[in-house]
Each structure stands twice: as C-alpha cells, then as structure tokens.
C-alpha cells in the first residue's frame, strides 16, 4: 500500500465536545477491514479541496470498527473539519508514528498529565491502561483546562473516575464562583499527585511550554528522565520522515517522534533555534 | 498543645523546623475548622492570620462588579495561606472561601511576627518557606497568564 495516497473513510458520527472542540468516529468504505493503531500514533486526515493535517487518534485501540479523531476547530482545515456531517468523505493516511510506551511502562505506576486538547492523544492509552489495569499500578491522570467549560470528555472523565482505581484530577486555569475544582495550572498538582517517583512513568501531553514546567517538577518529585515521556508536535506534511517538514534537530516529530523519551530530546528541548 | 505540635510538625511549611522553633510557633497556633462557603478573610480586612492548610479546599477570589468573585487559585492540602500578616499595611489583598470543610492550623499574625523580631532565626526560617512559596505561586501565575490553552 502506497502510504502518500489515502483512503476513503465515511464520517459516521460529529460529536461537539466543547464550544471549539469536537470528535468524528469514522469508518472506511474501502474494504479496509477495520483500523489497527497503538496509543499516542496519528493519522494525516485530508479534507478534499481543503487540505491535509496530522491529528492524533483519540479513540479506544480495542475497537478497530471505528477510527476516532478530536480535535479543535482553529485552522483552515479543522475549521472546515468541524462542519462535515454523517456520510461525508475524508481521506485517511496513517497510523504513524511512534506510540506511547504503554507495554514498557507494565509494573510501574502511570502519571499522565495532559493539557487542553492534549487530552485527545492521550485517551487511548486511558483505554489500554483500564483494558489492562491488573498490569499497572496506580493509575493518575493529571488535567489542565482553559476554563470549566473547556474540559474535554467530561463525561467520560467522570465515568472513568467513578470506577474507583483511577485518580483523576482536574484544573482550570480560570474559573468563577460556582466551580468547585480546582483552579491553577496543571503542574500545581504534581508536588502532591498520589505515585510513587522511584516506579513511575509519565506521560505529557499538551502545549510545549507546559510540558516543559511539567517536567521540570516531576525531576523535582525524583523522577527519572528515562520515565519522562512527551508529545512533540511540529508541522508534518508526509508523515513519514521523507519531506523534512517537521525535523527537530536530528529526528523527525512524524517518524522518530511523536512521543519520545525526554532523555532523547533532552538537549533540543526548549531551543530556540529547533 | 502536643497534639497541635504533632500536627504542625508534619505539615510540609513547618517540616525540619527545629522543635524550638516550632514550640515558638505553637504559642501563636489554634485550630480552626472553616465550613464549605465560609470565608477564612476577605479583601482589605487586617491581616492578622497565617493559615496552614491540614485538609480541605480553600478558593482565593478577587470580587469584580461586572463578573462577581473571580477565583484566582486554589489551595488545599499541605498549603499555606497568605503573606500579608508579615508586610504591611497587614491587609487582605484578596479573599479566601472553603469550598468544601476545611481544617487549618490558624497562626496569629502578631504573635508570630514579634516572635519571629525576637528569634531573627526564626523569622529568617519563616522567611526563607515563604519565599520558596512566593516563587511557585509567582511561577504558576505566570504560566496561568499565558493562557496556554487559548486559541493564540
């Protein structure tokens, strides 16, 4: 199968998450015979006579029927994106890029911290971890939002929180009287999030600055680097580590990344010039 | 008193203090238990309390007319709560509300602050914990203004 050229996937379901945020579940009408990914990969969706954009799979691994996106109506494409309705075509390439270690992280506590829309990427290893959650020690997931409001799949955070063997803590960074949560960034929760630094291994998710504090107070709680893990995003157009588009220092976000072990990138994170 | 000490003692503000000093402080400590909605201070009230946060959820809010009480933070768990009973004027600058039951540890400002004359030690150890939290929460507040999940 040619990777450059996609294929043809029908949108089965738009679900409005937040004011700007929103989920197409899709199905291909190819013959392709369901959709295999592993948390963390993404596919290059194009919107006919619009564009092509990589956005992250959100959706459950298990269920292979159904290919799941969410994304945030911002740009040319997602702007466009946000109005497609039931049986509407996109073009689907993909999955690429390298996933989220979760097979690795067995045995360990899992710190995942996301912020805003980078919840998405994050979904689906929530869905593996619980599918395996007898592998996994304690299981916390750290959330920042803009505003109450802004809080992706509430819902379903309130649904995975009332099992029981989950911590989910969530923030916003601005709220008003009636909201009884918490307010302030997303790294405020660390010092006192419930894991244990020796046997943890985080994963981060969200705008590159607040991975970056994020990181900075989890080597404060006595993680290691090895067991930092983040998302990087850069401007990807192949996808598959031929154009050069999103080339940070000697890796490409699309091929070697996204999610890479912050020991690997270390030394390009937070430089200017990359 | 000595279960006050014990509680104190492992709260993370007064951690490694030595018990002198934190017999020092027990003499100006009182427990208090604030129920959800009610205010530890509000706005422009004297600042005569430190607060040590045991358990629960305390909102700090500035009150707008047009939008009503904005909340800036919350503070919970092995937090402490307020300056400005070391800086004068000795004023509220904002106001604090329990969102839900909360205990604190209540110092008394002036108590403390005369102490901490008496013992410069003291207060150069007080000093140097409340920088550590001026620093995180200045630090947070300015990751919170960049409005990292804005559109921009």
């Not at chain 2, 951690?15 to 027990?26: A, C, F, T």
């Not at chain 2, 909102?59 to 939008?67: D, F, G, K, Q, R």
């Not at chain 2, 709560?81 to 110092?107: H, K, N």
């Amino acid at each position: 199968m040619d990777v450059m050229i996609p294929a043809n996937f029908k949108v089965q379901r738009f679900i409005k998450e937040t004011h700007d945020t929103f989920t197409l579940e899709l199905k291909s009408f190819d013959g392709r015979n369901g959709f295999s990914f592993e948390p963390g990969q993404f596919n290059m969706i194009y919107i006919f006579g619009v564009g092509e954009i990589p956005i992250s799979i959100s959706g459950d691994p298990n269920k292979k029927g159904v290919l799941v996106h969410t994304t945030r109506a911002v740009g040319t494409v997602t702007k466009e994106m946000a109005k497609l309705k039931k049986d509407e075509v996109v073009g689907i390439r993909g999955p690429f890029g390298r996933p989220w270690p979760v097979k690795e992280a067995i045995g360990n506590d899992i710190l995942l911290v996301a912020g805003g829309i980078g919840l998405a990427p994050l979904r689906p290893v929530i869905y593996y971890l619980l599918s395996n959650r007898e592998y996994f020690g304690k299981i916390i997931l750290l959330y920042g939002a803009r505003t109450p409001k802004d809080i992706l799949f509430r819902k379903e955070l309130e649904k995975f929180r009332s099992r029981l063997d989950i911590d989910i803590i969530v923030t916003v960074d601005r709220a008003v009287k009636n909201w009884t949560g918490n307010v302030g960034v997303v790294t405020t929760l660390i010092p006192r999030a419930p894991f244990d630094p020796i046997n943890t291994t985080a994963m981060i998710c969200g705008p590159e600055i607040m991975m970056r504090y994020t990181i900075v107070e989890l080597l404060k709680r006595g993680l290691s680097k090895e067991n930092i893990f983040v998302s990087m995003e850069r401007n990807m157009k192949c996808g598959v580590g031929f154009c050069g588009h999103c080339q940070y220092g000697t890796e490409f976000i699309c091929k070697d990344g996204p999610v890479f072990n912050f020991k690997e990138i270390e030394h390009l994170f937070a430089k200017r010039e990359i | 008193m000595e279960s006050l000490e014990k509680i104190l003692t492992q709260h993370p503000f007064v951690e490694g203090l030595p018990s002198e000093h934190i017999q020092l402080i027990v003499g100006c400590a009182k427990n208090v238990v604030f129920e959800p909605g009610k205010y530890l201070f509000k706005e422009n009230e004297e600042a005569n309390s430190f607060y040590i946060i045991r358990s629960g959820k305390v909102a700090l809010e500035i009150y707008s007319p047009e939008v009503g009480s904005i909340i800036i933070q919350t503070l919970g768990e092995g937090d402490i709560i307020g300056w400005s009973w070391m800086i004068p004027p000795y004023q509220w600058r904002f106001d604090a509300r329990a969102v839900e039951l909360t205990r604190v540890i209540e110092l008394d400002g002036t108590c403390l602050r005369n102490k901490c004359e008496i013992d410069p030690k003291l207060g150069y150890e007080i000093m140097k914990r409340l920088a550590n939290v001026f620093e995180q929460r200045i630090h947070a507040m300015r990751i919170q203004l960049l409005d990292l999940y804005g559109k921009n």
